[in-house]
């Protein structure tokens, strides 16, 4: 495992089975999570896969309808992944849902070689910021030479400034 993962580990190791004897494990959460206010989803866990043939396979799975079906988010098909923190952008598949599950699939056709997985975590992230609303009613009034006065009816509390801009040129101009 990578030097940073600590406590409990979850392990498939064909070892445990015995020489010449094919692992198919799989570990499922049991609860759905709730993802439907969040854009920005990410998964992230240590890991230490250790294959002893080409036909030795690991995948990370997640199910948007409470684990009726699956899709695949990533998988290491006879090829180490040895003690890494894998980072996964999951958003583009779980934004917004409300019935999420992820998985842990492996299928070790060989003997002797291992997957294990630590500290899974899913982070969302949360804009936090809402737009306040618009102002209304903008009066402007000629002041003075160069001088423009402005009213509007401020729709909001909670802006944290104005910025006012003007196009160049004069009000018929096609300038920005």
């Avoid at 198919?24 to 609860?31: D, G, K, V």
Wanted: hydrophobic share 40%.
């Amino acid at each position: 495992m990578p030097p940073d993962a600590m406590g409990w580990g979850m392990t498939a190791d064909s070892d445990l089975c015995g020489s010449g004897r094919t692992l198919l494990s799989t570990a499922t959460m049991n609860t759905s999570v709730d993802l439907s206010d969040y854009s920005i989803i990410w998964i992230e866990f240590d890991n230490d896969w250790r294959t002893i043939q080409a036909a030795d396979e690991a995948y990370v799975e997640l199910s948007t309808d409470g684990g009726n079906t699956w899709i695949e988010v990533l998988s290491w098909i006879g090829v180490d992944q040895r003690d890494t923190h894998e980072n996964w952008d999951v958003s583009s598949y779980v934004a917004f849902q409300s019935n999420v599950r992820f998985r842990f699939r492996v299928i070790q056709p060989g003997w002797d070689w291992w997957w294990t997985i630590d500290n899974f975590a899913i982070y969302v992230f949360d804009w936090g910021y809402t737009p306040p609303n618009a102002p209304s009613n903008l009066v402007a009034i000629a002041n003075a030479p160069g001088e423009v006065l402005l009213n509007w009816q401020d729709n909001s509390d909670d802006e944290i400034r104005f910025d006012l801009q003007r196009k160049s040129g004069d009000s018929l101009s096609t300038n920005q």
